[in-house]
Nanobody
Framework: QVQLVESGGGLVQPGGSLRLACSVF??????????MRWYRQAPGKQRDLVAD???????DYADAVKGRFIISRDFIKNTLLLQMNSLKSEDTAVYYC??????????????WGQGTQVTVSA
């Protein structure tokens, strides 16, 4: 029932910017979205954590993106954003949204989006 949907990926030149978004569907007002995360996976590589943000607004970034990417969230709309600046070819990957979602007394469940392709190339 719960579904995460990413958007905003595409082709961008080195040094350019993109903004990714992740929307959470299929939850009622009694549900809470806890920690949300962005992962990425380049061809032939493992899936790596890019950034995460807690329900308290605390953020963490991978060293490779620190100073260039900004993670944020809208607690009312249950959306996750990733502003990507000064993009490099090394940032090329499929970017995945990940979130812990719980309802009422139920323990949180982890969910994944389908991913959105980001290609940085001249």
């Amino acid at each position: 029932q719960v579904q995460l949907v990413e958007s905003g990926g595409g082709l961008v030149q080195p040094g350019g910017s993109l903004r990714l978004a992740c929307s959470v569907f299929g939850i009622g007002s009694n549900f809470r979205v806890y920690t949300m995360r962005w992962y990425r996976q380049a061809p032939g590589k493992q899936r790596d954590l890019v950034a995460d943000i807690s329900r308290a607004g605390e953020v963490d970034y991978a060293d490779a993106v620190k100073g260039r990417f900004i993670i944020s969230r809208d607690f009312i709309k249950n959306t996750l954003l990733l502003q990507m600046n000064s993009l490099k070819s090394e940032d090329t990957a499929v970017y995945y949204c990940n979130a812990d979602v719980g309802g009422g007394i139920d323990p949180p469940t982890n969910y994944w989006g389908q991913g959105t392709q980001v290609t940085v190339s001249a």
